[in-house]
Structure formats: C-alpha cells, structure tokens
C-alpha cells in the first residue's frame, strides 16, 4: 500500500512537471497556432541557467531566479528574431524553422558548456526524504516539485480567467484578427505569451535537471512527451494540459510499476523486459483512446 | 589513389613478397564511440585511452589512421558511421562502440563484410557463442563476467534477498543472467529500466518496498549518476553492490560521498599491481589530468592489442593478422590477458571498494572474485 502511495506521488511529480512544460506548449499553440519544437531548447537553456549560476555564485535559489529570467529572455529574443515571422507561414515551415532552432541551440550550449552533462547539489533544506502520514517516506525535492507545479497551476488559472492579459490571451486564440482590430498591441502580446511559456520551460528545466542531470539535448523527450499532453488535453487548454499531464504522469509511473507484475502470472520469468517494453507505450496508447474518443482532445475547442 | 596503392600492392606480390611482413601500407581504424550526451564520459575515455596507447607507440603507430565519430550514443546513427567507414573510408578495423545495442547493430554487418571489430567495451551474449566471428574480437570482457563476479561476491557477502536492476537492452539483460548465474540467494524483484532514463522514482519506491537486503544495478553513465544520487536522497538505507560501470571513475566525482564504501566488481582497476597498468596510469593522469577509468584502460589494452598484431601482420592478410590478434601478445593493464576460444579474454575479476583517497573518490581493490574466468557461452561458439 505505501508503494502504491509513493508510486502515485511520483506521478504526481512527474505529471506536475510534464504540465509546466506543455502549460508554455499549449499557450503558444493556442494563441499563436504556432507549432514550436524548440520548446525543449528553452527547458534545456533553463536547466543550463540555473547549473551555470548556481556553480558562479553557490547559491541553487539564484540559480533557479536565473533559469526563469535565462529562459524568459531567450524566449523573448527568439519570438523577435524568428517566430514573429512564422505566424503566417504553414506549420511544415513552423516545424522547419523550430527543429533548426533545436539544433542550433543544442550545439550552441554544447559549445559553451561541453557535453558532459552537469550536476546540481540540492541545498540542505530540500535535500533528504520525510516522512508522510501513512508511513510513506518521500523525498522532500520532489514534494517541493509538486507544489510548485500545482502553485504554477493555479497562478495560470488566475492568469487566464482573471486578469486583463488573460482576457487578452483568450480574446487572440478566439480570434486573432478581431484582436488587433480592436488596438490590442498583438505583437507584444505574442512575445509577452512566449516569454511566458518559456519560462516556465526553463524553470522546469531547472527543477528536473536538479533531480537527474543537466545535459544537451535533455529537452526533446520531455517536447514529445509534452506535445503527447497537449494533444490529450486539448489544444490551447490549460486546463486540458493540467488533466493531460496527471494523466500521462500517472500512466507511464503506474504502468511501469505495475505493468510486469500483473504480467507476471501470464509471462513468468519474461515478465519483466516484456512489462518494460509495454509500459514504454502505454502513455501513447493513453493519447490513441483519447483521440478515438475525443478528436479534439479532452478540454480542446477544436480538432 | 586507391587504384596506385592496390597496383603497389600487386607489384609487390609480384615481386615474390619482397617486402616483409609489417608493411608500409596504411592501417585504417575506424572508431564510433559516444561523445555526446549522458554517456558520453565512457567514449570520451575509450578515446583518450586508445588515443594514449597510440601516442606512447610513437614510430609504431605512424602507419596507423584513426577516424573517430560520435554515435550520439543511437544505433541508426552508429549504422551510418560504420557503413561510411567501411564504403567511402575503406577502414580495416573497426572499434570503440560502448553500448551493446549499438555493437548488434554495426558488428555483424561489419564482420560480414571481412572487416575486423576489436570490441572496447560492449560484447553482447549474442556475439559470443552462436553468433561468435573469427574478425570479432573483444578485448574488454565478455558483458557477463563483471556481474557473474557481483553474483558470486553476493554470496560471499551473505545477501540473502537481492532486488536487481539492469536498462532493458544486451547488455542490461547480460547482466543480470550473468549476476544470477552465480548468486545462490533468492530475488526479491528483478527489474528493467529503459535505456537513458533519468528518474528512478518508481524503481527506488519498488526497493523501498522489496524488502531486499542489498540492491545490485548495472547502470552506466549518466544512468547510475542520476539512480544514486536520488537514491541517496531517497531515504532508502538498503546498500548497493553493482559492476564497476555503476562506480567507474567516469561515474563517481558526480554522485559524490554516496558512493562511499560501495562495493563492485570489476576486471581492472588503477591499483592493479603490474608496470604496464602503473606506466598507464600516470600517464594518463600526465595527459588529461583525471583519473583513468574500466573504459580508458579497455581503449588502452585494446590499441596495444591492434599495436601488437600489426607488428607481425596486415589486416590485407586476414588470416594472419587474426592469428596475431589471437595470440594477443600485449602487455595488458590487466595483468594476466589471453582469448579464449570465442575471443573473449579469460582474465581474473576483482570485487573493489569505493574510497576516499585524498580528497578525490576512487576504487580500492579489496578481493579476488574470480580466476582465470572465461564465459559462457565459448562452448556454443564454432568457429
């Protein structure tokens, strides 16, 4: 039972995480109809962030401040210097430009950086484990985690339906032209958005790069696992990417936990490279029901 | 040019052999390595090893060309490198791949070919009996031998109740047959991860509630640092044993004072007692100002290896040239070094501590596991 607990907070953890990153993913979709593949680019420029200045300064907290403001300001800087002039183009040249951003910023980083991946210590007060109520120990990094995700969760909630940007926000992904008919700045808005999403990238970066390490090209399996969220949540859904990215967390944690000793009984001694193997598929499986159910997506507007 | 060396080469045959036995032709080594991402410490020091042997060579190795490539640590990627290699590059041997999917990949096409692939470090089961080369050579290990130590140090340790985790590809799967060919106690779960995965949460809950008395893992790179330092945050007190992949010199600086006092098993280590391993060493240290680690010595032992042979043959002369890498007449870092009959080494295991040694984390070599130990699967191979 207490592994069933810690194996929920792990996805819990892990969904928390995968929501920061497809919150940014979902906004810049939404709003913008951009497709951007160079998300995972600011999660690493984040990550890269924060192990730079925590290392200069020896102070994790200024480092973590630093990947929101590295990544924010990269975001913001790319949205001028390339995105701007994406918006009107189709998404085969959205995609295009993004991977080559991807790839650009990878050897970027690896060149300033090297490619040894390189780790973050955790500050006395968030190192270790406690324990919870129920006899579950866990670690404290990764509760902290959890908080944030759900802090971020709701400060977007707040951000979206309750705040003049937020009007903004849904005003451009309802209607873009009306917008800027009606003398909303609407490029500043796009790059107000983008840096946003990025930074959030960028803090994620920084979060998870403290609990495995912080290397070139950590970002694409966490852009596929992120876009795999915003496609079950539904496109431009906050929401949606909230509920999407619980449920892949929670999938992929579970099924890998349970997957090979349910199979057990079945496969015996093959149970386990079998369960593993399986578990590796099950969130896309998850994203396959979902659409077959739901084309748009759980929360989406559109198809 | 490549016609004007093949006439030469006609001519000199013409000629009645004229020329003895170690040419003046060039010798090509292609090496694909990883020198990118979380495992791009272990090809980093299969190169710096390899490239450390060639230079203390000196007029030796001047006939010799390396082509080194990174393979991004991606099979398809390892497969383009060596199809480039062996068609445009036109390379003799082949070497330097450290991860055993990518080694199925590009070795038995490789060997399929007449080209030679002197293993510094991967060496699957499935290339070592039924589907063993003559041109296959490896030169670190056969991926059992370093568990199959492990597993006979479990015993020797009194655990009775071991939880073992491996990445689910060759190797990982190796791996644990390897431990449980030897250890005698019972498993308390027995479990994959993927290849290159980061978090360990789940696994380190499973552990948590295994009820094992020690846990065994094979995770090399980047894989073990991420797994041991949440690990040690964890809460979790069970103790670790694992191969020397899991506490290469690669790994340690990173996960720090956890690793202390850990036990694992290795076929080399800094301390082994020979003038070979003491010269290879310093020099190393002299070279790149770090300690070598298991990858930097197998890429040392294994261009000392291709040295040897070249001394007495051409790889334009198959048979002989497999005949003088067979007799694999080098002074290996490891001490006692031959092949057996599917040309994988027969050498000693050690089971090594972790320690402390001025401020820097090393190993320590504090038993002897196994002697004179081959595989086994030498008895399917037919050659």
């Not at chain 2, 479990?154 to 109740?161: H, L, P, Q, S, W």
């Not at chain 2, 006092?261 to 010269?279: E, R, Y």
Request: aromatic residues 8%; hydrophobic residues 50%.
């Amino acid at each position: 039972m207490t592994l069933l607990i810690e194996q929920a907070l792990n996805g819990l953890q892990y969904g928390m995480m995968l929501f920061v990153m497809a919150a940014g993913l979902t906004l810049i979709f939404g709003v913008m109809g951009l497709i951007n593949l160079a998300h995972g680019s600011l999660y690493m420029v984040g990550a890269f962030a924060c192990a730079a200045v925590a290392a200069a300064t020896g102070s994790y907290w200024l480092g973590l401040v630093a990947s929101l403001i590295a990544a924010a300001f990269v975001g913001a800087l790319v949205e001028r210097l390339v995105i701007r002039r994406l918006y009107t183009r189709d998404h085969l040249d959205q995609v295009l430009a993004t991977f080559a951003l991807i790839l650009i910023f990878s050897e970027g980083t690896r060149w300033l950086f090297g490619s040894f991946p390189l780790y973050l210590s955790l500050p006395p007060a968030l190192a270790g484990a406690v324990s919870l109520p129920g006899g579950v120990t866990y670690p404290v990094f990764r509760l902290v985690i959890i908080a944030v995700g759900a802090l971020i969760a709701l400060g977007l909630w707040l951000l979206i339906g309750r705040t003049r940007l937020g009007i903004r926000i849904r005003a451009g992904e309802a209607d873009r032209e009306m917008i800027s008919a009606l003398g909303v700045d609407i490029g500043a808005l796009y790059t107000a958005v983008f840096a946003l999403g990025a930074a959030l990238a960028g803090m994620a970066g920084a979060l998870v790069g403290t609990l495995q390490s912080v290397q070139v090209g950590m970002g694409e399996p966490v852009l596929i696992l992120a876009f795999v969220t915003v496609v079950i949540g539904g496109i431009g859904s906050i929401k949606g990417a909230f509920i999407g990215a619980l449920l892949v967390g929670i999938t992929d944690t579970l099924g890998k936990a349970l997957l090979p000793v349910l199979l057990q009984p079945v496969l015996g001694a093959g149970a386990g490279p079998v369960g593993a193997a399986l578990a590796s598929v099950l969130i896309y499986l998850l994203m396959a029901v979902v659409l077959i159910w739901r084309p748009q997506g759980l929360y989406g507007a559109r198809a | 040019m490549k016609l004007s060396k093949r006439l030469g080469l006609t001519t000199a045959l013409i000629a009645g052999m004229a020329i003895a036995a170690p040419a003046m032709a060039e010798v090509k080594v292609g090496m694909i390595t990883t020198l990118s991402g979380g495992g791009a410490g272990l090809g980093i020091d299969t190169r710096d090893g390899f490239q450390l042997a060639l230079k203390q060579a000196g007029d030796k190795a001047k006939d010799i060309e390396l082509l080194i490539e990174d393979d991004q640590q991606k099979p398809d990627v390892a497969v383009q490198i060596a199809d480039k290699m062996i068609q445009s590059d036109n390379v003799d041997v082949l070497t330097g791949i450290v991860w055993s999917n990518l080694a199925m990949a590009v070795v038995p096409a490789a060997v399929g070919q007449g080209k030679f692939y002197l293993s510094t470090n991967a060496a699957p089961s499935a290339l070592a009996g039924k589907g063993c080369n003559p041109n296959y050579f490896s030169v670190s290990y056969q991926n059992d031998n370093l568990h199959e130590a492990a597993g006979a140090y479990a015993n020797d340790a009194g655990f009775k109740k071991v939880f073992i985790m491996a990445p689910n590809y060759p190797a990982g799967k190796d791996s644990l047959a390897g431990f449980k060919r030897y250890y005698k106690g019972d498993i308390a779960s027995e479990v994959y991860t993927q290849v290159g995965q980061t978090d360990y949460a789940g696994e380190i809950a499973q552990i948590r509630a295994s009820g094992a008395d020690a846990v065994f893992f094979f995770l090399p790179g980047g894989m073990g640092i991420a797994f041991m330092k949440q690990y040690a945050g964890s809460g979790v007190e069970t103790p670790v044993i694992g191969p020397a992949f899991s506490f290469s010199q690669d790994v340690l600086p990173a996960v720090g004072e956890a690793a202390l006092g850990v036990k694992n098993t290795s076929n080399w280590s800094k301390d082994i007692d020979n003038p070979a391993n003491k010269a290879f060493v310093e020099a190393f240290q002299a070279d790149y100002n770090r300690l070598p680690s298991i990858y930097a010595a197998y890429g040392y032992d294994t261009a000392n290896l291709l040295l040897s042979a070249l001394e007495k043959a051409q790889p334009s002369d198959a048979e002989a040239f497999r005949a003088a890498l067979k007799e694999a007449s080098f002074d290996s870092v490891r001490g006692k070094f031959s092949f057996g009959p599917n040309n994988h080494p027969i050498q000693d295991l050690y089971v090594r501590e972790v320690i402390d040694e001025n401020g820097t984390l090393t190993n320590k070599i504090i038993a002897t596991a196994m002697t004179d130990h081959g595989d086994a699967y030498a008895a399917e191979c037919k050659m």
